[in-house]
């Protein structure tokens, strides 16, 4: 009788791990599913900066515009947002200091990085496309960090 006790105990601790096991599998893979999702999402949002007119695509995208920032139906709580380097007053700034966007830097080709105002003049256009949800892990976020260029 003891024998079987024993038996079912240790069977009873192999199936709670197993469960446990199974448990965090799914939690992972719901995980890696939002993450998936939400960099597709952050390719859609290039792909539609990508197709609007260079010289236009600051104006269109950037701080006040109704493209910059919208809601993501498809992750809970989503946003999206087009972040440029940026000063106090909005404008494309050269000496904005961010490394992930390779800022400071000479983004209308005049030969210095000093101009507090290029957002009509700009040949390089620094751009991070920002999304943040809630997850069952908790918030999120994922960052898609690129640099578009005029075409000559």
């Known amino acids: 009788m003891l024998e079987v006790l024993i038996a079912v105990a240790v069977a009873a601790i192999a199936l709670m791990g197993t469960l446990t096991a199974i448990a965090s599998i799914m939690r992972l893979t719901d995980s890696n599913h939002e993450q998936s999702l939400a960099l597709n999402i952050a390719r859609q949002k290039l792909a539609e900066l990508q197709i609007a007119p260079f010289q236009s695509a600051f104006a269109l995208f950037g701080p006040g515009s109704p493209a910059n920032s919208s809601s993501v139906a498809q ?11 940026v000063n106090e007053s909005g404008k494309l700034d050269e000496t904005v200091i961010d490394e992930q966007m390779g800022m400071p830097s000479d983004l209308n080709g005049n030969g210095n990085a000093t101009d507090r105002d290029v957002s009509t003049t700009y040949n390089l256009l620094p751009v991070r496309i920002q999304l943040t949800w809630k997850s069952p892990n908790g918030p999120r976020e994922m960052s898609l960090n690129t640099v578009l260029t005029k075409m000559k």
């Open 75 to 85: 992750l809970d709580s989503g946003t999206v947002k087009f972040v440029f380097p």
